[in-house]
């Protein structure tokens, strides 16, 4: 019996070499344990992103209309619930395409959530690369050098195709790539196939996001 206890950054790095272990692996140690852990540090990075103020400009407009201490608790509550939004983000990007590919596929759940494992890195170091740029040239996240926000701004006025396309950015086709590259070797079905399923969860994803963003922007207005 084989025993593949999940590595997360060699997974993520070395992916020639984990596809074939993770594929021929008959258990999985360890998943659920890494995938709590990912979903508290997703929390811890929403946290600290809040904490410095990313994402709040709208407190900033307040700053005059009401006391020091309203406009504390006010920052208090927005870091509060960017924590908790961060748990929410961690565990739908674990769970959400894994449950998709499972529907689509007869292998474990638990091979498809290792699978997602490897993406959670690579989505919070782009959340982690956006907080100097915020801090110091004072950028805001749909005007990340990552994405296509920026060419989005100069192209069209429409808040929620920028939006979208902010939502877009190297990071996510890296992640395209990495399931990709794994269902493409697990699934063992046609690689286009396996290319369209991809793309469609992650479409799927970018649009509801960039309609909590739009929402969300609507009420900042």
């Known amino acids: 019996m084989m025993n593949n206890r999940i590595e997360v950054l060699r997974g993520l790095l070395n992916y ?5 272990k993770l594929r021929d692996s008959e258990q999985v140690p360890g ?17 600290v992103s809040a904490y410095f103020g990313i994402g709040s400009e709208y407190l900033s407009k307040q700053l005059t209309s009401v006391s020091r201490a309203e406009y504390e608790m006010q920052k208090l509550l927005f870091m509060i619930g960017q924590t908790i939004l961060g748990l929410f983000f961690g565990a739908v990007m ?3 395409p894994a449950l998709f590919f499972w529907t689509l596929s007869d292998l474990e759940l638990k091979k498809l959530v290792a699978v997602q494992l490897f993406v959670i890195p690579v989505l919070l170091l782009e959340k982690v690369l956006v907080i100097p740029l915020a801090i110091l040239l004072g950028l805001t996240e749909i005007s990340s050098p990552f994405s296509l926000g920026i060419l989005a701004q100069y192209i069209t006025g429409n808040e929620f ?16 790539f990495i399931e990709y590259k794994y269902l493409k070797m697990l699934m063992e079905r046609n690689p286009k196939i396996i290319l369209v399923i991809v793309i469609s969860i992650n479409l799927i994803i970018w649009l509801f996001a960039a309609l909590f963003s739009f929402i969300q922007f609507e009420k900042i207005l």
Do not use: R
């Not at 020639?16 to 074939?20: A, E, K, N, Q, V």
């Not at 998943?31 to 946290?47: E, M």
């Open 94 to 96: 674990i769970f959400l």
């Open 161 to 176: 195709l920028i939006q979208l396309l902010s939502t877009m950015s190297i990071f996510k086709l890296w992640i395209i």
């Open 31 to 47: 998943v659920w344990k890494k995938a709590t852990l990912l979903i508290l540090l997703s929390g811890l990075v929403f946290g």
């Open 16 to 20: 020639h070499y984990y596809t074939y």
